[in-house]
């Protein structure tokens, strides 16, 4: 689940970039749900960014972040920070109205949502290392990110944006263990009754953990002390975050109805932390294709799934951010049965499993 963010100054990202102030508000090209697709990334690359200049004391005059949502008339109103280090996990982005009048633009565009919450993945570096790895492996341990503080910041930072704007007018997205919190923080406010765009990039497979618990007993039993040392948390970390009880959620569920919450999953199957996702063969489930934008509605489908038919083919590209905000990356949509896809998206459904002593 691991990230090293392409650099601020790649060729593919200068290019776009450039382009994005003379096409934010062109109507052709906000209905392409490629465009949207490579605006969420940007914005995901501008939360890396933003952790990087805190690193390198990088001000708002010299920092980097900015470039990837000033084009498109977005300003910062959050940095979602991780008391424990200080270290700036996320960011709550919303529609800029003064700076799009400056060029002439009066009204937000149709389908442009009025925030955006944009979660990081991991950053290999020393300030960040020890939090962002603890959670990697309590994604591993648990399948699961409710025990993490995070979890709970980036659930109310949703919620008050939601609220504030109207659940249709807000979007989150997250690239590898942000996708991963931002598919879980969209889970839990489904279970509200609330269904917010969701655009996760290269999400981490839970497939890992099976494999690891199948090892040999020597690793299996190395494998419970790590779980043991990473506890569950998911009751006390709902709670915190304002979440309803299980009977609430299934009464609103039943109200809303269970396919009204799409989330976007962006895969590419050479990046062994996500390819699991495109497994046909590791189950049975439903995975069908909504409306292109927002969240769509389908009875039968839980997800709609964009896999790269052609693109990076190593892994560390495979698994970077920069492929998704680039317009030649050819992606289809994936039609199959995953368990994976099941496990994740349907378990909304199903009751929590039992969870030992709270930790931290």
Excluded at 33 to 58: H, S, T
Excluded at 147 to 165: D, E, I, K, Q, T
Excluded at 194 to 202: A, G, K, L, P, Q
Excluded at 235 to 264: D, I
Aim: net charge positive.
């Amino acid at each position: 689940m691991c990230m090293a963010p392409a650099s601020s100054r790649s060729r593919a990202g200068k290019i776009f970039l450039a382009q994005a102030g003379r096409v934010c508000c062109d109507a052709g090209r906000r209905k392409n749900p490629n465009y949207r697709r490579m605006v969420i990334a940007c914005f995901i690359q501008g939360a890396y960014l933003l952790e990087l200049d805190r690193q390198e004391k990088r001000d708002g005059r010299t920092g980097l972040a900015s470039q990837w949502w000033r084009p498109f008339k977005y300003r910062l109103v959050q940095a979602l920070v991780d008391e424990r280090d200080g270290s700036i996990y996320g960011a709550v982005l919303e529609w800029d109205r003064q700076a799009a009048l400056l060029d002439y633009i009066p009204f937000r565009p149709t389908r442009a949502p009025a925030a955006v919450v944009a979660l990081r993945g991991t950053l290999l570096k020393a300030p960040t290392f020890r939090r962002d790895v603890v959670d990697d492996l309590r994604f591993l341990a648990w399948d699961s990110l409710k025990g993490s503080v995070r979890f709970a910041g980036a659930l109310a930072a949703l919620r008050a944006a939601a609220r504030r704007f109207g659940v249709g007018n807000v979007c989150v997205g997250g690239h590898s263990l942000g996708a991963g919190f931002a598919l879980q923080v969209g889970k839990a406010l489904a279970k509200e009754g609330v269904f917010v765009e969701c655009h996760v990039f290269n999400p981490p497979s839970v497939s890992l953990a099976m494999s690891l618990k199948g090892f040999a007993e020597t690793a299996g039993e190395l494998w419970g002390r790590v779980r043991a040392w990473i506890p569950y948390m998911a009751t006390q970390a709902t709670e915190a975050a304002g979440g309803n009880s299980e009977s609430e959620a299934k009464a609103s569920l039943a109200r809303a109805g269970m396919a009204k919450w799409l989330p976007h999953l962006y895969i590419n199957t050479n990046d062994y932390i996500c390819c699991y996702y495109s497994d046909a063969a590791s189950g049975t489930a439903t995975v069908a294709v909504g409306s292109g934008g927002g969240s769509g509605t389908s009875k039968a489908g839980v997800a709609r799934m964009l896999v790269v038919s052609k693109g990076p083919s190593k892994f560390l590209a495979a698994h970077g951010l920069e492929q998704w905000w680039a317009d030649d990356v050819e992606l289809q949509v994936a039609l199959n049965h995953s368990k994976l896809v099941d496990r994740q998206l349907r378990s909304l459904y199903a009751q929590p499993p039992a969870a030992p002593g709270a930790g931290s």
